[in-house]
């Protein structure tokens, strides 16, 4: 899909099977296709999911579609060969349903429900984590897109723990169960904890225990050492990484190198810096060339968590609006190769 990725393809970490799997979040306006090409070439993830598809009034036309996940142009995966699941945001289920199957039949491999969102105007239109407050609807969602697609196609869903507080968390989770999803991810906070620390992965303990469905576990998994104390505390196997995953780009490879016992070394400086300026490329083939260095500079954001470095080439370039104007920058501070090594 992308000819840069032939590089990194070359290094690409080939997951040994595990007990466990790595699932890439879903980030609306961070995690789109040049991002999902980016993190599945440096290898760890099973999975990945769109950024939503909106339902609101009607069935959407396929562009938009393939607007959102480009990837369903070969057979729904990453050139890695990870599978894209197609995310749904909604609360109407026959609408839901309807849509689902446009998604099926331009081949994605899995749909992925958003019961988690907790935005005013997404939640103010009857869409994402308000679902929490009605089981019943949340239910009927995941029922009749269930029913609309073939039973090969995994439908997924993702939830918090509550809207308000966790005191209805089981029988959200009985509701999805119910409504025949075949995997559960927890993002373990409340709505009213928005994204704020801590994640509350105990919380996940009995239902991961006694549900008949795989629980995924998400939030705050920054770190192998978060995710092996997450798997412990929360007793699920599966874990999503979102933040964590732009912070650091060989997050679930580092992970899965953990669990196997294998001392790496982690990526450094000068081996991000040369997907930066393949990220800046691919951005420039996939959006209006006005907003072409955004992505970058949100990404940068991010990677200043992690690699110092990147803070500080943020500030030299967050005035920066032109491609050719961020290429030129990028080239002028470009770590030696040698460094990478
Ligand atoms: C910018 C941004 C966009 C997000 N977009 C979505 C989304 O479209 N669908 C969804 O289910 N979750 C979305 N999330 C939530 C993440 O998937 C994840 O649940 C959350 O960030 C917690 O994981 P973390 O603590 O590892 O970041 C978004 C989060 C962020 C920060």
């Given amino acids: 899909m992308y000819a840069w990725c032939a590089m990194i393809n070359s290094n690409a970490y080939k997951s040994p099977p595990t007990d466990h799997r790595l699932v890439l979040a879903p980030m609306?306006?961070?995690v789109d296709s040049v991002m999902r090409e980016l993190l599945t070439t440096i290898g760890g993830y099973d999975r990945c999911v769109t950024e939503f598809v909106r339902i609101s009034q009607t069935v959407l036309p396929s562009r938009v579609f393939y607007r959102l996940c480009p990837e369903l142009?070969?057979?729904g995966r990453t050139t890695a060969g990870t599978p894209v699941f197609v995310q749904l945001l909604g609360s109407n289920p026959n609408l839901m349903a309807r849509n689902a199957q446009v998604a099926e039949r331009l081949g994605a491999p899995g749909i992925d429900l958003n019961f988690g969102c907790p935005a005013k105007t997404v939640n103010k239109s009857h869409g994402g984590a308000v679902l929490l407050k009605t089981p019943d609807l949340l239910r009927a969602v995941c029922s009749e897109v269930r029913n609309a697609v073939a039973p090969k196609v995994p439908v997924t869903a993702k939830i918090r723990l509550g809207f308000e507080d966790d005191r209805q968390f089981e029988a959200i989770v009985n509701a999805a169960v119910d409504g025949g999803i075949s995997e559960l991810t927890v993002h373990a906070k409340t709505r009213r904890q928005g994204y704020r620390p801590p994640a509350h992965w105990s919380r996940l303990a009995q239902i991961a225990k006694e549900s008949t469905i795989p629980i995924i576990a998400n939030g705050e998994l920054w770190?192998?050492?978060?995710?092996?104390?997450?798997?412990?505390v929360s007793r699920c196997n599966d874990f999503m990484l979102a933040r964590g995953a732009l912070c650091r780009p060989d997050l679930a490879r580092a992970v899965r190198h953990t669990w196997q016992g294998l001392e790496t070394p982690p990526m450094s400086w000068p081996e991000v810096f040369p997907l930066l300026q393949r990220y800046l490329r691919s951005n420039a083939n996939t959006y209006e060339p006005q907003y072409a260095c955004n992505p970058l500079k949100q990404w940068l954001v991010y990677l200043k968590h992690y690699f110092p470095q990147a803070?500080?080439?943020?500030?030299?370039?967050k005035r920066i609006k032109s491609f050719d104007e961020m290429d030129r920058a990028l080239n002028t501070v470009a770590p030696p190769m040698s460094e990478a090594a």
């Fill in 73 to 75: 142009a070969t057979g």
């Fill in 311 to 317: 803070g500080v080439l943020f500030s030299s370039v």
């Fill in 28 to 30: 609306e306006g961070v």
């Fill in 223 to 232: 770190s192998p050492t978060d995710v092996i104390r997450c798997g412990e």
